[in-house]
Nanobody, 124 residues
């Protein structure tokens, strides 16, 4: 069982930066791949970024490549999402998720554990 708690969301102007954190409970953090997803009002949840169990492999949605960076600190049981050059279309609730996989998966069905979400709002 893995419990996830996101933090770091907020209101920022376009072009600004935010760093999201996701703290995981339990001793299994080092055995799970992690991902970030987001859901904007009236839209389906979409993949943002993922990182493999070891942290050696990452994957990004095309819409965030070059702007967002996912990382993890297994000693602190925490995964991060550094978001730079934010755009109004990045506005959404951001969720972190854990999957009992080695690879960095973009498929939401692969993720068994989800956080409660943190709101990110980017003003024009």
């Amino acid at each position: 069982q893995v419990q996830l708690v996101e933090s770091g969301g907020g209101l920022v102007q376009a072009g600004g930066s935010l760093r999201l954190s996701c703290a995981a409970s339990g001793r299994t953090f080092g055995f799970v791949a992690m991902g970030w997803f987001r859901q904007a009002p009236g839209k389906e949840r979409e993949f943002v970024a993922a990182i493999s169990r070891s942290g050696g492999s990452t994957s990004y949605a095309d819409s965030v490549k070059g702007r967002f960076t996912i990382s993890r600190d297994n000693a602190k049981n925490t995964v991060y999402l550094q978001m730079n050059s934010l755009k109004p279309e990045d506005t959404a609730v951001y969720y972190c998720a854990a999957a009992r996989l080695i690879i960095a998966s973009s498929r939401s069905d692969d993720y068994a554990y989800w956080g409660q979400g943190t709101q990110v709002t980017v003003s024009p």
